[in-house]
Each structure stands twice: as structure tokens, then as C-alpha cells.
């Protein structure tokens, strides 16, 4: 059992007008220095957290437009980004950037975003829109219920992790080569992805009450191992939410077995994994979806002894 501690509320610390004075649908982050980058599958901005005192920076618009605020209006319409993942330097990127990537469980989520970032990892530069149909198209033939919702960069490879759902019990390791994925990301000011050879390796994960356990974000540890979030939602599609019964962290070695999993507790829909190894003790950063746009999100802190 991995015991969970609220570190802070995704509530920024200033309000911005016009949008909300909290983060709600965390579903993936990336930990630069003491800045925390969290997307939300149901927004059109990045949140901007400040981290040991720093002050938040809120809301960085992503996509143009506007999103209705009827629930079943919103989640019809919105992109849907469940992963975000830094991108080492390339063309036209000379410090990296960071990637998010929809979740493609419908044609209207196979949208991402690039974001550069300069020499001390602040955002820099528009964001700029990717287009993912091309290597989407591909994994729908393999999964019907295609819903990726973490990535990571490990070696030479961007590894996407697909989720399993009561009706597509599935769930996997899809990796790229991340040369040809920087090739394209780069060599482009309207950046697309095109269809590239993939190496998928099928995850179980277990189930907790008959309800199988569901990759919801990653972190890759320098020797290769990717930690993991997982949650058990019962819900036999892609699209709807639905309670969740189970939550737990977990470790996948290089060759995608699976070296551990450990529920959480208390339970929580966890979507965002941070994971730093000091001295034997994995240290994690967790981001929730607490699934009403009424309430923050929360971020917790955890360890993981090996």
C-alpha cells in the first residue's frame, strides 16, 4: 500500500479573468525545476503550478475558441489531452519542448499541442498544434477502444501508453522511433504526425473487483523502468466516466514486464505521475481528476521504497 499526502490544491494562487481559479481535470504533468506543467482533458489551456514557494503562473491558452459549460456540451467538444510529455532538444527546439497528445478515443481528440521551451525550461514561443490522425488511424485498427493517456521519452524510443476500460480490457506499450518523431515535429511550422512503425507490448495489470486496471499516466526512471498510474474506472467504454473502484502505482521494466503494483490509499482518481529515484526511494508527484469542474484537482506527494 503506498500512502498518499496532499502536498497542494490545483487552485492558483491569482485569479485570471475570464477562466477558472482552479485546475480541475489534471490528466498528465511534467515536472521542469520547480515548475509544475498540468494539462486537463477538458480544457484550452496548460496550468502553469509553482512549486517549494514559487509563485503560480495560472493559465498558457493552447487552443483557440471557447468550450460550453454543460457538461455533456463540453466533453462532446473538448480535445481531450491525456498525456504530456518533455521532448529532449531538436530542429528548431534548441532546449526541448513539451508535447501533449489526445487521448484519439473519438475523431475530434487526435489533436495535440507543442510547446517550446527556453534555456531554464519556461515556456517559449506559440504553441502550435499537431496533428495526430495519421498514427491514430493506425492504432485504432489494433484498439477499438484506443484511449492513450500517458507517454514518455525512454532511450531512442516515445513510448505511449494505451488504457485499458471494462470494454477494452487492453492495455499497452506503443513505441516510436523518437528520431523520426523529432524528424517530423520539427521539420514543419504546422507539425503532423505520420504513420510510423510501432512496437506494441500487451500490460496486464490486474483487475480490482472485476474491473481491470487502466494505465493513466507515466514516468520514466534513468534506468529505463516506467512507473505508472493506474486506475480501475467501471465503465465499458472510452468516453463516459464512471466510479472508480480502485487506484494504484506500479513499476514495468524495460522489456514491459510488470515489476509492481500497489494500490493507493486513500483512493483517488490519479491521472498525473511525476517519478524521481533518490537513494533506493522513488519519490512520486500525483495530479487527481476528481471528475466536477467544480472542485480543484489536488496534487499529492508518495514514495515508493524498492
Not at 498540468?38 to 493559465?59: S, T
Not at 492513450?148 to 506499450?173: K, Y
Amino acid at each position: 500500500m503506498i500512502d498518499l499526502h496532499p502536498l497542494r490544491s490545483l487552485k492558483f494562487s491569482a485569479a485570471q479573468a475570464a477562466v477558472p481559479d482552479r485546475l480541475s481535470a489534471a490528466s498528465g504533468i511534467v515536472v521542469v525545476g520547480d515548475v509544475l506543467y498540468v494539462i486537463a482533458d477538458d480544457e484550452l489551456h496548460l496550468g502553469v503550478f509553482g512549486l517549494a514557494g514559487r509563485h503560480d503562473a495560472g493559465w498558457v491558452r493552447i487552443f483557440p475558441g471557447e468550450l460550453p459549460d454543460d457538461a455533456a456540451a463540453r466533453k462532446a467538444l473538448k480535445p481531450d489531452l491525456e498525456a504530456l510529455v518533455r521532448l529532449p532538444p531538436f530542429a528548431g527546439h534548441p532546449h526541448g519542448a513539451l508535447l501533449a497528445l489526445a487521448s484519439g478515443s473519438k475523431p475530434n481528440r487526435r489533436t495535440g499541442v507543442l510547446l517550446g521551451l527556453d534555456a531554464s525550461g519556461a515556456l517559449s514561443g506559440p504553441p502550435r498544434p499537431v496533428d495526430l490522425s495519421a498514427p491514430y488511424a493506425a492504432l485504432q485498427a489494433r484498439f477499438s477502444g484506443l484511449n492513450i493517456e500517458g507517454a514518455v521519452v525512454r532511450g531512442q524510443e516515445l513510448v505511449l501508453l494505451q488504457r485499458a476500460s471494462g470494454g477494452h480490457p487492453e492495455n499497452a506499450l506503443i513505441g516510436y522511433p523518437l528520431a523520426e518523431v523529432l524528424d517530423a515535429l520539427g521539420g514543419s511550422d504546422d507539425p503532423r504526425l505520420p504513420e510510423l512503425s510501432a512496437r506494441i507490448v500487451g500490460v496486464d495489470l490486474g483487475r480490482v473487483d472485476g474491473v481491470p486496471l487502466g494505465f493513466t499516466d507515466g514516468s520514466v526512471l534513468a534506468d529505463g523502468r516506467i512507473v505508472f498510474s493506474a486506475v480501475a474506472e467501471n465503465v465499458d467504454d472510452t468516453y463516459h466516466d464512471g466510479p472508480c473502484v480502485g487506484a494504484a502505482i506500479g513499476i514495468i521494466d524495460s522489456d514491459g514486464r510488470v515489476e509492481r503494483v500497489e494500490s493507493v490509499s486513500p483512493l483517488q482518481k490519479i491521472e498525473g505521475i511525476d517519478a524521481q529515484m533518490e537513494a533506493g526511494t522513488i519519490r512520486l508527484l500525483l495530479a487527481t481528476d476528481g471528475d466536477d469542474r467544480s472542485v480543484s484537482g489536488t496534487l499529492f506527494k508518495a514514495s515508493l521504497v524498492l
